[in-house]
């Protein structure tokens, strides 16, 4: 089956560093999107960040692909599940109250990610940025234990 058929908002690519690469020519458009593919951002952020369609964005895709420039990430990166994901809004909530959604959510962006796409590797960073959102160390602590605790349950 081709990667690029179907919904490809949730793939990720990486760019191929090659010390062979020659003189390859790109328009404008194919190095903007290049430049912004980190191995991190999801195909549907690369389009909000250039500000491109998705059936632009298939078709640069595509040419990248074909000059051997870039490759989609790799796939056995583990993420966070579901049941992590409901598990530490949950936490979150009771510190922080509804917003922890939200919060959790913007987090999560800023760190270039999408919550269906975060790896696994950042659990701890995420729940070290979240905790410094919570003022009360009587709510603070008990967060990050239980959350250190749910990573080492969930093998992250």
């Not at 191929?16 to 458009?29: A, F, M, P």
């Not at 995420?126 to 905790?131: F, P």
Request: glycine letters at 4%; proline letters at 3%.
């Amino acid at each position: 089956m081709d990667i690029l058929s179907g919904n490809i908002s949730s793939i990720v690519f990486r760019q191929i560093v090659k010390d062979n690469l020659g003189d390859v020519s790109i328009d404008s458009r194919l190095l903007r999107v290049f430049l912004v593919l980190d191995g991190k951002k999801t195909l549907e952020r690369v389009a909000q960040d250039t500000n491109l369609d998705m059936v632009a964005m298939r078709e640069i895709i595509s040419r990248l692909m074909s000059l051997e420039l870039v490759e989609p990430a790799n796939k056995a990166m583990l993420t966070l599940d579901k049941e992590f994901i409901d598990y530490l809004t949950s936490q979150l909530s009771r510190a922080l109250g509804p917003i922890a959604g939200l919060l959790v959510e913007e987090v999560v962006a800023e760190m270039g990610y999408s919550l269906k796409q975060f790896p696994s590797a950042q659990a701890a960073e995420l729940i070290d940025l979240l905790a410094r959102d919570i003022q009360r160390d009587e709510k603070k602590n008990p967060f990050k234990m239980n959350m250190i605790n749910k990573i080492k349950e969930r093998g992250y």
